[in-house]
């Protein structure tokens, strides 16, 4: 049977829903828009699907950005970090992931910050170790969780998604050096850079206030979220600079109109790329693996490497 990307996530959205209708307006909503995708989309976006797998993979590229963060102090203007999202890993070997490490060979940043989707199946998640130690940064590196890391969306019995057992996830990251944030926050650099990092939007899990405990408005705030659906709901809190992936850019997109679908609360303009939501500085990725469609179209699998500027340095040109 043929299925969407959309209709794929919406899923264990719908049965967590149901338990925090009260309490989440917004996440309900968002099933409904997830769960009724017009005819003429999901049409489009099933022609699309198979017009992507006749023709090559899209290369994995690498973007680089440079962002001013506000308040970040002068001496760590020009810190580097490395972001990444949305592997979904499998046992593959032509998987466009196994293809980072190459992609990054002389690439070495201060930071690495991974937000969610790390693995697909069993097979993606013993391949996953590797591939993070490949990866490691010369300071810290941070990590958020996101749907595909709650939940096994294809499994072989061919039932409904299942809550995965995160041990094994956890375990790999941690023992690569990567600490997990769950609604919780870490000071840099003796506290001049913030790094805030919150459990799936997607699935409702984010708690903002408690992620932003003791975090000021003066202070460089780096934001990780799997979904950027937190943005809709940040309230009194200003990141400096949200990085989030969950959307793969809408992994299938015509030229000149974009994503045909977005599974995301936010409009499909915001589905990839740079971008001010609401005064918050946002970059969106579009990710390394697929889900639902295993395929691309005019949306290239990245990694991400930032170059964060301070506000207060000051150019001279003679």
Known sequence: MAYSFMEEEARPVQKITERRRQREPLLA?????QSRPSLVRAYAWRALQGAARTLPPEELGLTRLELT???LPRHLDGLTMLHVTDLHLTGE????????????????????????????????????????????PREAAFAVLGNHDHYRYRHESGEGPRQNDLGPLLHAMETA?????????RRLYNGALCVVGVDDPALGRDDLDRAFVGVGPAEATLLL??????????????????????????????PGLGPIGSISVLPR????????????QTYVSRGIGTSGAR?????????????LRSSRVVSVVA
């Open 29 to 33: 909503n968002r099933v409904q828009r």
């Open 69 to 71: 963060l506000p308040h």
């Open 93 to 136: 070997a032509d998987h466009p992931a196994r293809g980072v490490p190459d992609l990054l060979k002389g690439v070495q940043c201060d930071l690495t910050v991974y937000t969610g989707d790390m693995v697909e199946d069993e097979a993606g998640r013993e391949a996953l170790p590797p591939l993070l130690h490949a990866l490691r």
């Open 177 to 185: 050096g990567i600490e997990i944030l769950v609604n919780t926050n």
């Open 225 to 254: 979220a799997h979904s950027p659906d937190v943005l809709v709901r940040l309230g009194d809190h200003h990141p400096g600079l949200l990085l989030a992936g969950h959307t793969h850019g809408g992994q299938l997109r015509l």
């Open 269 to 280: 303009r915001y589905a990839m790329g740079l971008y001010v939501y609401e005064g918050v």
């Open 295 to 307: 395929a691309r179209l005019n949306c290239p699998p990245e990694v991400t490497v930032i170059t």
